[in-house]
């Protein structure tokens, strides 16, 4: 019973390991390079963990490589760092376990991931003026809202003027504001859309969440990935 639960808490803490995708690229093109020269698979992961400069991603691929050394897939081995390598990345390191054709697999993996953090990153660059633009839109109302309506509503109540319909609910906005309750409300919706940002910026191309079970369940934009893997492999093949 120890022994289950000390298995489980280990794979969770492994579900919370984050490495870069600059890196995880970095691996799957080196990892096609050296299975292409014939390296066996065990080999070629301690040799990526013994030269890999960062720490973190070191200490993954010496996990990945004690993993494959007990008797695990690749792609079993990796399925455990979800957070690291992708669903979308896991099941192309199957599809190329399945197809005997791992190097071509992992290098269109490697393209694909290529274009995705660059789209990615043309976005990010692009929504910075529009965020920055909102958020001093946001601090500029609710300066107005804090500051220099209270004073001007309180100029009018000592000059006795009516108050019309549209500057009562200014009023009741201001107010608001200023409670507790208003602040409470302002912060978490703040929050919201900050980590609702922040979720979606990170969330993997759309065809990942429908990629769980392979390959029974690829999606339908890698179905022609999918039939040309299934072709017979060439002479040369992996060395695992």
Not at 40 to 49: C, E, G, K, N, R
């Amino acid at each position: 019973m120890t022994r289950v639960r000390s298995e489980q808490e280990a794979k969770s803490d492994k579900a919370k390991v984050r490495v870069n995708q600059d890196l995880v690229l970095r691996f799957y093109r080196e990892l096609a390079t050296m299975l292409g020269s014939g390296v066996p698979l065990a080999q070629t992961i301690d040799s990526l963990a013994e030269f890999s400069e960062d720490l973190r991603m070191r200490e993954v691929l010496y996990d990945i490589h004690h993993m494959i050394s007990s008797g695990r897939t690749l792609s079993n081995a990796l399925s455990f760092y979800p957070k690291t390598f992708s669903v979308v990345g896991v099941s192309m390191v199957k599809l190329g376990e399945s197809t005997g054709r791992m190097v071509e697999s992992l290098t269109k993996l490697s393209v694909w991931m290529q274009r995705d953090q660059e789209v990615r990153k043309k976005v990010q660059a692009a929504l910075i003026y529009p965020a920055f633009s909102l958020g001093l839109t946001v601090l500029m109302t609710l300066g107005l809202f804090l500051f220099v309506i209270p004073g001007f509503l309180d100029m009018l109540v000592q000059m006795g003027a009516d108050i019309p319909p549209t500057t009562r609910f200014l009023v009741l906005v201001t107010d608001f504001l200023t409670s507790p309750v208003g602040w409470t409300v302002l912060l978490l919706s703040v929050a919201f859309v900050y980590y609702s940002f922040k979720a979606i910026l990170e969330t993997q191309s759309s065809c990942s969440h429908c990629c769980t079970k392979f390959p029974s369940s690829v999606p339908h934009c890698w179905q022609p990935l999918w039939l040309d893997m299934r072709r017979p492999p060439k002479r040369c093949s992996v060395v695992e």
